[in-house]
């Protein structure tokens, strides 16, 4: 780890993360270039009502009000939440045709940049993969009925532990709600996989 890292945990730590990205800004593009890229880039989705940045801040308030809430920081999935989406311009399209915009594949666009910075920042290999394990599974909603998602809980446990799993619903379910209205709607996947957590650990 060097200088960089504990200046960046300090801000991710910081229960009041807007203010301490915004002012913080000079110094954060500055060790990561990527992140004025996704400030007011326009995601031409019915799915997002927000620029990319505007999105993850939201999102990443999310996670801060939990850990307030709950006294403690979690710089790991704060990291995750803040390049989740850090690839998104690097693979958008557009199609003239719906004027939608596309960024497939923007999960692994992102995750291929987070561990290019991680491990600029000298972090620990273990923190690194499961940082990035975050991100390339962030946008995985495939488990939508009782038994694909007992399957997954199951699969997630034995694979990555309970903290993962914890640590992944609860980064999906602040990405879902800094989603338009619309996007929103996967809250119902998240809710799902709680009660199948609840039914797996007892609590």
């Not at 403690?72 to 850090?86: E, G, V």
């Not at 557009?94 to 561990?115: L, P």
């Not at 993969?129 to 446990?157: F, N, P």
């Not at 619309?182 to 609590?203: A, D, S, V």
Request: aromatic fraction near 8%; proline fraction near 2%; charge should be negative.
């Amino acid at each position: 780890m060097n200088s960089d890292w504990k200046k960046l945990e300090a801000i991710l730590n910081s229960y009041e993360i807007r203010e301490s990205i915004m002012n913080s800004w000079e110094y954060l593009i500055n060790i990561l270039p990527e992140l004025n890229v996704i400030k007011g880039f326009d995601q031409k989705s019915i799915y997002h009502d927000k620029d990319v940045l505007e999105h993850t801040l939201c999102a990443m308030e999310h996670i801060a009000r939990i850990n307030r809430e709950n006294g403690k920081t979690n710089p790991r999935l704060m990291l995750a939440m803040l390049l989740h989406d850090i690839g998104k311009p690097e693979v958008f399209t557009y199609d003239e045709e719906t004027s939608k915009g596309h960024m497939k594949k923007h999960q692994k666009a992102s995750e291929v940049i987070a561990i290019r910075f991680m491990k600029e920042l000298d972090l620990p290999e273990d923190f690194i993969e499961y940082t990035s394990k975050l991100i390339l599974l962030h946008d995985d909603y495939s488990a939508r009925d009782d038994e694909s998602m007992r399957k997954q809980v199951r699969v997630y446990d034995e694979s990555f532990g309970r903290d993962f799993l914890e640590d992944f619903n609860l980064l999906q379910e602040a990405d879902v709600l800094a989603h338009s209205p619309l996007g929103q709607e996967r809250i119902t996947i998240i809710e799902l996989r709680k009660k199948h957590m609840k039914l797996r650990f007892g609590n």
